[in-house]
């Protein structure tokens, strides 16, 4: 069985994205997403909510999506995920320390949008074949890159020097984008076998700008936040 899978979503728990456990419920199912890896900045205490949430779903035997507990850390040189984490990774540390504490968790790096030049603090080629023997999964198709050709760059980087596996992960901030970039793999049991999976994984992607999202997020929070007020 193949199934479809989202490696970089934001929920409300990050400082800048509209995400709630329904609507990422009802994007998913809407888009056919089978798998998301919640990345959130900074911040693991959403993605490990809504797993459990959506686990509750599932043994009620309603659908909800697959949650990978993942966390998008800032660290001195860019930003670095970690995905299969089980706590929360600190983060403006050197980046392999935060590797390392990622792999100390049994858990795999997962490289963002490596070649999107404005991001000013991002690993160079360089630091990535320096830190080969930590990265598992590099992403080669992000759903918002901010300069054009970082996709294509991060995919020929991965073709010279294939030093992981290629993923991919719309970056979504709001409901609209979800799945707009994913893998289809052949179903995964844990962590390693993702890694092996995705071998032979097909990558999707469409590309949305940056700006599509601004608007969306901030109404999206503000709604959010009243309606969680009122539950209160
Ligand atoms: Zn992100």
Not at 51 to 68: D, F, L, Q
Not at 194 to 223: D, N
Request: hydrophobic share 40%; proline share 6%.
């Amino acid at each position: 069985m193949t199934v479809k899978a989202d490696f970089h979503v934001h929920t409300i728990y990050s400082p800048d994205a509209a995400i709630s456990f329904d609507q990422l419920v009802a994007a998913c199912r809407d888009k056919k997403i089978d798998i998301v890896s919640i990345m959130d900045h900074d911040e693991i205490k959403g993605a490990i909510e809504f797993n459990k949430r959506a686990e509750e779903m599932r043994s009620k035997g309603e659908w909800a999506p697959r949650i990978i507990i993942g966390e998008e850390v800032r660290t001195a040189g860019g930003e670095i995920c970690g995905m299969f984490l089980k706590k929360w990774v600190p983060d403006h540390k050197p980046p392999r320390d935060t590797m390392e504490m990622i792999k100390e968790q049994g858990g795999l790096v997962y490289v963002p949008h490596p070649f999107d030049l404005l991001k000013l603090k991002r690993l160079k080629a360089g630091e990535l074949v320096e830190l080969a023997d930590l990265i598992d999964i590099i992403e080669v198709f992000n759903g918002k890159p901010r300069t054009p050709g970082a996709n294509e760059r991060a995919a020929r980087f991965l073709e010279e020097h294939p030093i992981a596996a290629a993923g991919a992960g719309s970056d979504c901030h709001e409901p609209s984008h979800l799945g707009a970039a994913h893998v289809e793999i052949d179903d995964f049991n844990g962590p390693d076998d993702l890694v092996e999976k995705l071998r032979s994984g097909r990558i999707h992607g469409e590309k949305y700008s940056p700006f599509a999202t601004l608007l969306p997020r901030l109404i999206g929070r503000r709604e959010l936040k009243k309606e969680f007020k009122d539950q209160t």
